[in-house]
């Protein structure tokens, strides 16, 4: 008898210590819902509660959809980690942690990213996939453009991106970095789907409205 009473302070005493982290956990698992379905108060109430195994939503997660709602007219699809953090900001949060149940996430909806509307005819990129397609290269090679180890500077010349060269000026040199064929095709690419097509319709309109 004295084990199960000990047991329950136990439980007690690790429920009424809710760190930050499982907090944004939570939020991340109700935003990852919300987003997977249609964006309409009804369904969205219904993904939020299976996530948290919640047969009958709780009045706070009602709450907290309508508020979600009048920030987001539109399923903000592109944008899963500013909704997550929306969350967090909204007055139903705090009455969930006041519940007699604080919430914790049972099931993850996972949910494509997808690109958001735009006034211009840029390519759609929805995810790294699209991005890779775009540029011609194999997901290893897209993380070795984006250089995510940090080695351009340090690596051997064949594995760098660029070719380095220092001109003499007044005063003293400049370094200038030359990018090799392969990323310069990437780069154009990129100017030729996105940037250019970015408040502007050609790459030489791109450069006049840069121009100074």
């Known amino acids: 008898m004295a ?11 690790s429920a009424s210590v809710i760190t930050a982290h499982h907090k944004s956990l939570v939020a991340d698992g109700i935003a990852t819902a919300l ?10 109430i219904a993904r939020a509660g299976r996530c948290l195994g919640r047969d009958r939503p709780p009045r706070w997660l009602r709450a907290l959809v309508v508020q979600v709602i009048e920030v987001y007219r539109d399923r903000p699809a592109d944008r899963p980690r500013e909704l997550a953090a929306v969350v967090e900001t909204r007055p139903a949060w705090a009455l969930a942690w006041q519940h007699r149940r604080t919430p914790r996430v049972v099931a993850w909806t996972p949910v494509a990213t997808a690109a958001g509307r735009t006034r ?14 775009l540029l011609d290269l194999e997901m290893g090679e897209l993380d070795w453009f984006a250089d995510v180890r940090g080695i351009e500077r340090s690596a051997r010349d064949p594995l760098r991106h660029y070719r380095w060269h220092a001109l003499a000026k007044s005063g003293g040199v400049r370094l200038v970095a030359a990018p090799k064929p392969r990323l310069k095709e990437a780069q154009r690419r990129l100017l030729r789907h996105v940037v250019a097509r970015y408040r502007c319709t050609t790459p030489r309109t791109a450069a006049n409205r840069l121009a100074p």
């Open 35 to 44: 987003l997977a379905g249609r964006w309409d108060a009804r369904a969205m």
């Open 120 to 133: 211009w005819p840029v390519a759609p990129l929805d995810d790294l996939g699209a991005l890779a397609r």
């Open 3 to 13: 084990a199960s009473v000990s047991s329950a302070g136990d439980i007690r005493q």
